[in-house]
């Protein structure tokens, strides 16, 4: 537990409800980019970007519940047969989430070999293939190792807003942007975690006990503060029977907010991008995030409709995010990688001018 009062506030347990992130690229940022995010109390591990990937030890493939695709050209996509190979024969289901196309892309891909013997294999590799379509509607797909990865529709269902994922512990927000091609921009947001202090509970004579779950269920459902909550005292002699929800509030929790992370990468800097990764990434503890290109190179950087190191830096500023990790570094800076990440750090820390965005009229077209 971290915080000033750690020492002398012990949390009664680890918070259940919210897993603790563990993000790191895949690979160093010359290589194709990918961020793998370990969700340590949950036994497994989401992965955004699915290129290059053999620089993943085969106990965190294992982990892998989750994929989420920004799109699909070669270098964000290609480690998907790397996956599937590793990974079959093993009871598993593993979720892939992209842009419309997705489906028949991973059918292609399962299509492209022969599959008489995976019936007989022990375990069944089950992959989900769920597509991000117009008006906030998923489609999904599954191809099952048992069937021969024969694609089986999944219907359809409608999420709140971007909300591509939403789980007790955790929600990732999926907006689309523009590469030249749509692409799919993520945020991981982890709920927040409600935090018991044992040496509080012990100093007004209160027992642990089934009751905190109710305390944290009235929290989390917003209850009004003056709702009773029944409690349990370490004597028979201890007290009322229940206790003010608001007393509780203040007296024995404390409230951490979540973390959250965002990952972007091959987007054009232009005003709208600009407007909806701002957005995005607002507050974000670490925004991962494309600055290939010096800015002395913006006008290549524009014609690829990628960002450059210093666009980078200024999109984290302005999204106010608390730290800022650049990846996906063009080869034709090979060896001053040091280069790009100062450029980005300087545009962050409002340390160089600002850079204004192409509109859309003046902007190089492929
Ligand atoms: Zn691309
Ligand atoms: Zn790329």
Known sequence: MVGPASHSHRPLARPTMPARFDPHLVNEPFADPGLYVDLRFERRALLFDLGEISALPPRKLLRISDVFLTHRHMDHFAGFDHLLRFLLGRDKVVRFFGLPGLIDAIDAKLRAYTWNLVAGYDGNLVLQAIELQAENRLAIAEFSGRSGFVRVEAGSRSI??????????LQVRA???DHGIPVLGFALQERAHINIWRNRLDGLGLAVGPWLRAFKDAIVCGDPEDTPISVAWSQETGGPGSLPLGQLKREIMRVTA???IAYVVDVAFTPANLAKIINLAQGADVLFIEGGFLNADAADAALRRHLTAGQAG???RRSG???LKTLHYSPRYQGRGNALAQEAEAAFR???TCLEPVAESTRQTQ
Not at 160 to 169: A, V
């Open 160 to 169: 709140e807003g971007d909300l591509l994922l939403d789980e007790p512990g």
């Open 175 to 177: 907006i689309t942007l």
């Open 258 to 260: 979540g973390r959250k």
């Open 314 to 316: 200024t999109i984290a």
């Open 321 to 323: 995010v608390k730290r």
């Open 350 to 352: 409002g340390e160089s």
